[in-house]
Nanobody, 128 residues
Framework: QVQLVESGGGLVQAGGSLRLSCAAS????????MGWYRQAPGKQRELVAA???????NYADSVKGRFTISRDNAKNTVYLQMNSLKPEDTAVYYC??????????????????????WGQGTQVTVSS
C-alpha cells in the first residue's frame, strides 16, 4: 500500500506563487509516474502536470510556462511550483502516483498490475 501526503496549498493573490509538495510512502516500485491533478467546483478532475521516474514531464496547456513539476526520487517526493497564478487555477489539487507491479488479490496473481494512488487533496485559492 502507498500513502500520499500533500502540503503547500493556500490562498494567494493573482500573480502570486505557491509550491505544493507530495510525499509518498509505502511499497513504491522504482518505475512510476507522479503528478498533480486538479478539480474545480462543477468541473471534472484534470491533469495539471506529471513526471515519470526518469524525468519525462507532461503539462496541461493551461499551465505551460507557469508551473514546473519536479521530483526527488530519493525522498519519493514530487513538487509543483506554481507561478503567475490566475483565479482560474483555483481548485483542489490532488497528488497522484501510477505504477505497475505484481499483485495478488487472494485468488489470482497479476504480474503487471496497474496501481493508481491518490492523495487527500489540498485547496488552492487564487483571488483576483
Amino acid at each position: 500500500q502507498v500513502q500520499l501526503v500533500e502540503s503547500g496549498g493556500g490562498l494567494v493573490q493573482a500573480g502570486g506563487s505557491l509550491r505544493l509538495s507530495c510525499a509518498a510512502s509505502g511499497s513504491i516500485f522504482s518505475s512510476n509516474a507522479m503528478g498533480w491533478y486538479r478539480q474545480a467546483p462543477g468541473k471534472q478532475r484534470e491533469l495539471v502536470a506529471a513526471s515519470s521516474s526518469v524525468g519525462i514531464t507532461n503539462y496541461a496547456d493551461s499551465v505551460k510556462g507557469r508551473f514546473t513539476i519536479s521530483r526527488d526520487n530519493a525522498k519519493n517526493t514530487v513538487y509543483l511550483q506554481m507561478n503567475s497564478l490566475k483565479p482560474e487555477d483555483t481548485a483542489v489539487y490532488y497528488c497522484n502516483l501510477k505504477t505497475t507491479g505484481p499483485h495478488y488479490d487472494g485468488t489470482y496473481y497479476y504480474r503487471d498490475y496497474d496501481y493508481d494512488y491518490w492523495g487527500q487533496g489540498t485547496q488552492v485559492t487564487v483571488s483576483s
